[in-house]
């Protein structure tokens, strides 16, 4: 299994400011996802995080909006720039091994944009 | 990826067994499927997961008939604790792939 810890684990922000979001994982794992859940919704998968390379983005979101990094197999980060109330959501990190069935998700960034 | 079809929410009784139906008619050959759990607050959390007929752990058994056009998970013996969001999901275990998730059960355990 893998534990994941994620900072900050909520945040109150200003429109048209950005926010960083850390994921550290403690250990090495292939794959590396986002996810953004508003609220009472289900996960919407934002991108995936490739370790070395741009992301791949999911239909809607782009990396102007999400810019994401992945500097390691232990750690990503996913910055929500120029905010506004409709990015108030849960953001969570996700992640799976090649091979694996399972995949282990993170608590969660709850973001609220006034 | 197949979709899922699963019931919105759900009411129960502690003590009570509970099973909760996932229709996923359009299932390809190599699709798993997979349950996971989400608490309020908390990311989901994997329940378990099965190809046919019928899987067990220590949560939960899934049930899944030979066509695999759908799947039941079973919950024995609820407690208030059980109170959850329970996706279905189909597919998603090729590698390099990220879970889709659909709308999910609210499963809400009275005492």
């Known amino acids: 299994s893998a534990v994941i810890s994620q900072k900050p684990s909520r945040d109150i922000c200003q429109r048209g400011t950005s926010l960083t979001i850390q994921c550290q994982v403690d250990?090495?794992?292939?794959?590396m996802f986002w996810y953004r859940q508003q609220p009472g919704q289900s996960l919407t998968l934002i991108a995936t995080?490739?370790?070395?390379?741009?992301?791949?983005?999911e239909s809607g979101f782009v990396i102007d909006k999400f810019p994401i990094s992945r500097p390691n197999l232990t750690f990503s980060t996913l910055t929500v720039s120029n905010m506004s109330p409709e990015d108030s959501s849960i953001y969570l990190c996700?992640?799976?091994?090649?091979?694996?069935?399972?995949?282990?998700f993170g608590p969660g960034t709850r973001l609220t944009v006034t | 990826l197949a979709k899922t079809t699963q019931p919105i929410s759900m009411d129960s009784y502690e003590g009570q067994e509970v099973n909760i139906t996932c229709s996923h008619n359009?299932?390809?050959?190599?699709?798993?499927i997979t349950w996971y759990q989400q608490f309020p607050s908390q990311g989901p959390r994997f329940i378990i997961q099965?190809?046919?007929t019928k899987v067990t752990n220590e949560v939960a058994s899934l049930f899944i008939p030979a066509d695999r056009k759908s799947s039941t998970l079973s919950l024995p013996r609820v407690s208030l604790s059980d109170t959850a969001v329970y996706y279905c999901?189909?597919?998603?275990?090729?590698?390099?792939?990220?879970?889709?998730f659909g709308k999910g059960t609210t499963l809400s355990v009275s005492s």
């Open positions: 250990s090495q794992v292939t794959m």
């Open positions: 999901l189909v597919g998603g275990t090729q590698a390099g792939t990220a879970l889709i």
């Open positions: 996700s992640v799976r091994d090649l091979g694996g069935y399972e995949q282990y």
């Open positions: 359009n299932i390809a050959t190599n699709d798993y």
């Open positions: 099965g190809y046919k």
């Open positions: 995080a490739n370790q070395g390379s741009e992301a791949t983005y």
